[in-house]
């Protein structure tokens, strides 16, 4: 199921993790050849691709949407992210 991108956050490794609008998180690696997504390496690009959509394969499988608590942390790491967006934007 086609979800939008809501934010960003690093997991444990990490790895950037897409924020989907459905709660869901999905990894967005570059990682040559395999994936090539030289976009989620810069906050700029990153910020590009907010609005886009990715497929959901969890919504897919009929998972309902991550309860607060369980969302808690990337939100907390995306809202970390919007706010170095906003410094740049000054910049």
């Known amino acids: 199921m086609l979800r939008r991108i809501v934010g960003f ?3 444990e490794e990490g790895h950037w993790v897409a924020d989907l609008e459905c709660t869901h998180g999905q990894h ?6 395999w994936q090539v997504r030289p976009w989620v390496t ?16 969890i919504c897919d499988r009929g998972a ?15 809202n970390d992210d919007d706010r170095e967006v906003g410094q740049d934007d000054q910049a």
């Open 9 to 11: 956050h690093q997991d």
């Open 28 to 33: 967005v690696r570059h990682d040559p050849p």
């Open 64 to 78: 309902p949407p991550r309860l607060d608590d369980d969302v808690s942390e990337s939100r907390t790491r995306r």
């Open 42 to 57: 810069t906050e700029h690009g990153r910020r590009e691709f907010i609005g886009a959509t990715l497929n959901c394969v």
